[in-house]
């Protein structure tokens, strides 16, 4: 499996961005793909899950109806869509992978395979 995440970038405080991560090496949508952030000097942290197949999404709390995630299943295809964006969203953004449940609050534990990650940075 190999993920591969784009959409990073510099942007002001209150604004928006769109981050994509294309999967390969799966053959059907029996799978989840999640995003985590991971911040200088602090430990990843689960952001947002979706389940390919039937669409099942779930949130962290501190981004809960500011950011949206969706998919295109025949695309293996996830993206956040981050509006309202604050500085403390800065990070590097990763793409994960799991066949299996995923607990909430999300953990990198329940994912078996990343991304390299893409930066965003949020100003003030």
């Known amino acids: 499996v190999q993920l591969v995440e784009s959409g990073g970038d510099l942007v002001q405080a209150g604004g928006s961005l769109r981050l994509s991560c294309v999967a390969s090496?799966?053959?059907?949508?029996?799978?989840?793909l999640g995003w985590f952030r991971q911040a200088p000097g602090k430990e990843r942290e689960g952001v947002a899950c979706i389940n390919m197949a039937i669409g099942t999404r779930d949130y962290d709390k501190a981004v809960k109806g500011r950011f949206t995630i969706s998919r295109d299943s025949a695309k293996h295809t996830v993206y956040l869509q981050m509006d309202f964006l604050k500085p403390e969203d800065t990070a590097t953004y990763y793409c994960?992978?799991?066949?299996?449940?995923?607990?909430?609050?999300?953990?990198?534990?329940?994912?078996?395979?990343w991304g390299q990650g893409t930066q965003v940075t949020v100003s003030s």
């Open positions: 090496g799966f053959t059907d949508a029996s799978y989840a």
């Open positions: 994960a992978a799991t066949r299996r449940p995923w607990r909430t609050p999300l953990r990198p534990a329940d994912f078996d395979s």
